[in-house]
């Protein structure tokens, strides 16, 4: 079996701690070769090539793109870095995996949506919480059941952990940067979403540590297009304290799922549960390979297509705070049609 040959745009936190580790067994196996790395800083691409093995390092992603003969590449940078990045790769024909939020510019997102699509290549978003095997125990729980209404709780503790993540206009805000996969995680269970009305309570200067601007607290509604109703309630006020807490709820006619990781339970009583760490940032770099392999963009869980809706969910959620709480339909999001 001909090995499947990866490049990486961007070698920082997630590349290193996430994927590349992820895509190990694949390597190990004969199955990925990772060909060539590229990163803006020159000692860390060659840190990393030397740590992970890559065969090729380079600044600049053009020169990479035009001298390497890829199946894909993985494009792990931060949003606002968004540039020809995917143009490029889907002009070689390259499959490209992306890491989220995919971009903060919704615009610049249909662009590069409408590239992939012309390509015909496989695409993934790194919406890795679709992959986890409690995630499909609900979905097959749910087939069964009347769908009502989804509650999240997202409690953040301590600071984040880089520059980028602390600032609004970097990140798009905590709910954009790290709860969208709990949103995405929704859409896996219910369907796309359809409008959104959100209020956040924004953080004045000098509250909480530096150098973070981000909002206090993210209050957020969804519409779903098969009419089921969310609410995203979210907050970043426990910076000094080690506490968290993350509660996914599905309610149902006599029936209330709660999702994690590792349980289901349903009316209190664990339906399902698993003692093995899954990594899912393994088995969705297995699942992506493998599309890339059978050249089958219908293979993916989260194409970046059909990821589109979760990207205007959660940078609508932001246009819909910054409107005072109006409701935001996506379709006219997306369109740039809002009044």
């Not at 000692?43 to 992603?61: L, P, W």
Request: aromatic share 8%; hydrophobic share 40%.
């Amino acid at each position: 079996m001909k090995p499947v040959r990866l490049g990486f745009i961007g070698l920082g936190h997630i590349t290193t701690r996430a994927h590349l580790p992820g895509l190990a067994p694949l390597v190990e196996a004969g199955e990925v070769i990772l060909q060539a790395f590229c990163d803006i800083n020159e000692d860390t691409v060659k840190t990393q090539a030397a740590a992970f093995g890559a065969q090729a390092t380079y600044t600049d992603h053009h020169e990479m793109c035009d001298k390497e003969d890829l199946d894909a590449v993985y494009l792990c940078i931060p949003p606002t870095l968004h540039t020809d990045q995917i143009l490029v790769a889907a002009d070689k024909g390259f499959g490209i995996f992306v890491e989220k939020p995919q971009t903060l510019d919704m615009a610049q997102a249909v662009r590069f949506n409408a590239a992939i699509q012309k390509a015909g290549i496989v695409s993934q978003v790194g919406f890795m919480s679709r992959y986890y095997p409690s995630a499909e125990e609900v979905c097959q729980r749910l087939q069964e059941r009347t769908l009502r209404h989804a509650l999240v709780q997202r409690l953040y503790s301590g600071n984040p952990i880089r520059y980028w993540t602390s600032r609004f206009e970097l990140c798009g805000g905590s709910f954009v940067e790290n709860t969208i996969h709990t949103v995405d995680l929704l859409r896996y269970f219910l369907g796309d979403i359809e409008a959104v009305s959100a209020f956040y309570v924004d953080r004045k200067p000098g509250e909480g540590p530096e150098p973070m601007n981000l909002p206090h607290v993210y209050n957020v509604n969804y519409c779903f297009t098969n009419g089921v109703t969310a609410n995203v309630s979210v907050s970043r006020v426990l910076t000094n304290v080690s506490v968290s807490r993350q509660q996914v709820m599905l309610v149902s006619d006599d029936s209330l799922i709660e999702w994690s990781a590792q349980k289901v339970a349903e009316n209190g009583e664990t339906v399902w549960e698993t003692a093995e760490n899954h990594n899912a940032f393994a088995l969705q770099a297995q699942a992506f390979v493998k599309a890339v392999r059978s050249e089958d963009p219908g293979m993916m869980r989260s194409a970046y297509p059909t990821s589109m809706n979760s990207l205007a969910a959660v940078l609508g959620a932001n246009a819909s705070a910054a409107r005072g709480g109006e409701l935001i339909q996506l379709e006219d999001f997306v369109t740039g049609d809002l009044p």
